[in-house]
Every structure is written in C-alpha cells, then in structure tokens.
C-alpha cells in the first residue's frame, strides 16, 4: 500500500472519488493520532478535517517525498499543537462557577462598559 499517494495522483488528475478513498482509509487513524495531543475528540476531529482541507485547498503542497500518511500526519500534529497553545491563551469557565459567581454578584448592576479597560 503507498498509504493513499496514488489516490493523491487521481484526485490531482480530477478523480472526487480519490479524495473519498484517501479519508476512508486515513480519517480515523488521524483523529486518534492528534486526539493523543488534545485529549478531545471533537476537536481533534475539527482538527482532522481542517488537515484534509488543507490538502484540497493547497493541493500542490504535498510534494510525494514522504507518504501521504506522512504528510497528513505531520500538518495534524502542527495543527493540534497550535490548537493547544492557543486553548492556553483563552481562559476558560466551568459552569458551575459561572452559578457561583452570578450568585455572589447582582448582574443587572454590571454592564459590559464597565468591564472595558479605559481608552488611552
């Protein structure tokens, strides 16, 4: 098996269905590949289909020397690791505080321009 460079070949010739092939055979295994990196399905799935776009969207930059396999597991782990540096920069809240807070503060009497940093 040449982990899907001729299916490449036949999408590049105008073959759909090559396409189809390629992520019958690759989709799944990418998924649990850049899941190890972000411990969440549904964003590594996000995460496996914004790689295979990527494919179609520049479909000269696969340029045959390493397998498609390869390739595609190379741009999904450079992607997961984005995913997960950028998780860091985004706080996020549990639900259940959000009940606490909105519990220990009178939410009608704060507005979002008073949350605003003043304009310099």
Do not use: C, W
Request: charged fraction near 35%.
């Amino acid at each position: 098996m040449d982990n899907g460079a001729s299916s490449y070949r036949r999408f590049l010739d105008g073959d759909e269905s090559a396409f189809e092939d390629i992520m019958k055979d690759l989709f799944r295994g990418l998924v649990f590949f850049i899941d190890g990196f972000v411990h969440d399905t549904h964003a590594a799935e996000d995460i496996a289909i914004d790689t295979f776009s990527d494919l179609v969207v520049h479909r000269h930059r696969y340029n045959f020397k390493v397998t498609l396999k390869t390739y595609l597991y190379m741009v999904g782990r450079s992607r997961a690791l984005d995913y997960i540096k950028h998780r860091k920069v985004i706080e996020f809240t549990d639900l259940s505080e959000v009940q606490d807070i909105a519990d220990d503060e009178d939410l009608e009497d704060i507005s979002f321009y008073d949350r605003q940093k003043p304009s310099s």
